[in-house]
């Protein structure tokens, strides 16, 4: 029977590549306090040839956008609603007929992944998602069967690199954690059954970041570190010997035949000393020349299917993994491309910015020449401003790193008045900012415009006085002004 499962799972994975877009996809994430409309993304993302998208949710807008475009979706259910989802069979039903059946039946959204959970084995949620993912997958799966829909949608679980890991620091030890392993195999072969692939997210920076003792060139695809030699397989990367560990470990139980889609990779450009232009330019730029070829990797032949990460930054996400976490886009919050990046799926080798996109105007809050440094009033405005705006590009080697102490001042007022629509009371520090009409920045540290929000319905609020945070938010600057 050993000669069938191999055939099986050859079958298995000729589906899916013909099933899938070729070509690099992109994570859209949506956590920013201003976004782009919908419509301005999907054109970017059409503009520059990318024809697979991966979402974290099911947000009604992105999708409405995607329809008609044929470009390939993978829709996202989020960790909090595992539990639900896992537990009712006719909630798991509501949420297919509601966040794809529709989408698909009225809107002819080319939806063909849905992603249950994101990262929900990681290990800083110390269990919390370890047993309501299966039974959501099993679930959502069983929903797409009613609806008709399993054929051309498949389920799968965008899982951390850390849910495998090696005994010898080989990709060839490589097993999933032994903490978890009970939960992992039920998992791949529900995958492998319903013909679905494993969906992993691979970081070289993060075991950068983590790590200080940790090769830099081995991040990288110059083939300019000391290759890793595996029993006379040698790997000059690290993307080439994790990707290998999970192959290792998916064999080792029986699955190696299983599809992967690497569902995030990327390098960030702010917020930590190797969070840089030049090394996410590097990175980004070798990992497509590195996959352009289809050849895949030692233990793994054939084109890799990836989602870079991410398309645009996100100035709303927790930095509680570290100040980089707003900024993997490979643009910036406006649609402005970052450095240049050739993903061969366009004419002229370059990304191609976002279009008629509309800027506040040209205006700045800055800190007031006359303010003393040591100003009373200068310390609580600055942590306020920075505690509801986005201070991350301040730091150590960071864009703005080499910023005075005035130029950290009014960096942080200028991004909490971008944040509030420029509105004059986002910029009334109690006797210690100004609103001025000349840029500001200072070389790589640029004080940006921010873009007019953009309201999605009724019900959803982008800042403004409609919101109640930012309402709390102008009566403490009130009461700082007259205390």
Not at 286 to 314: C, Q, W
Not at 467 to 479: D, N, R, T
Request: glycine share 8%; net charge neutral; charged share 15%.
């Amino acid at each position: 029977m050993g000669w069938l499962s191999v055939v099986y799972g050859l079958v298995s994975v000729f589906i899916l590549l013909v099933n899938s877009v070729s070509g690099i996809g992109a994570n859209w994430g949506t956590q920013a306090s201003h976004s782009l409309p919908p419509e301005t993304v999907v054109n970017m993302l059409k503009d520059n040839g990318i024809q697979k998208v991966k979402l974290f949710d099911a947000d009604y807008g992105a999708l409405r956008a995607l329809g008609k475009t044929q470009i390939e979706v993978m829709v996202g259910i989020p960790n909090e609603l595992l539990a639900s989802l896992a537990s009712s069979v006719k909630a798991a039903e509501k949420w297919v007929a509601k966040n794809v059946s529709e989408h698909i039946t009225t809107n002819n959204v080319n939806i063909r992944y849905v992603a249950v959970g994101n990262e929900p084995f990681l290990t800083t949620y110390n269990g919390s998602f370890l047993r309501t993912t299966f039974p959501a997958l099993a679930n959502i799966q069983s929903a797409l069967i009613k609806a008709g829909l399993s054929s051309k949608v498949k389920v799968t679980v965008p899982l951390n690199a850390d849910v495998y890991a090696s005994s010898t620091s080989l990709p060839s030890g490589g097993d999933f954690r032994t903490d978890i392993h009970d939960y992992m195999i039920p998992i791949v072969k529900y995958l492998s059954d319903n013909n679905a692939p494993f969906t992993v997210n691979i970081y070289p920076f993060i075991s950068l970041y983590t790590d200080s003792n940790f090769p830099v060139e081995y991040a990288f695809f110059d083939g300019n570190a000391s290759p890793l030699n595996d029993g006379g397989t040698y790997y000059y990367n690290m993307f080439d010997a994790n990707h290998d560990t999970l192959v290792w470990a998916l064999q080792k139980n029986g699955y190696g035949n299983l599809p992967i889609i690497v569902g995030e990779i990327g390098w960030p450009t702010d917020g930590d000393q190797n969070a840089n232009l030049e090394y996410a330019r590097r990175f980004n730029q070798g990992f497509m020349n590195h996959i352009s070829g289809g050849k895949g990797t030692p233990m793994r032949n054939g084109p890799v299917d990836a989602y870079l990460f991410s398309l645009i930054d996100e100035d709303a996400k927790s930095i509680q993994p570290g100040n980089f976490e707003r900024h993997w886009g490979v643009f910036y919050f406006d649609g402005s491309p970052k450095y240049q990046l050739n993903l061969g799926t366009t004419n002229s080798g370059y990304l191609v910015p976002a279009k008629n996109v509309k800027y506040l105007e040209q205006k700045w809050c800055v800190m007031k020449p006359s303010t003393s440094l040591d100003d009373p009033q200068v310390a609580p405005s600055v942590q306020y401003a920075c505690e509801n705006a986005d201070c991350t590009a301040l730091g150590y080697q960071t864009s703005c790193g080499g910023l005075d102490g005035r130029g950290n001042i009014s960096y942080a007022f200028n991004s909490y008045y971008q944040m509030n629509n420029q509105r004059d009371t986002a910029c009334q520090f109690p006797n210690v900012s100004k609103i001025v009409k000349s840029d500001p920045s200072v070389g790589t540290c640029k004080f940006r415009i921010g873009i007019q929000p953009y309201y999605a319905r009724a019900d959803r609020k982008n800042g403004g006085l409609n919101s109640p945070l930012i309402l709390v938010g102008y009566l403490i600057l009130f009461l700082l002004t007259i205390l």
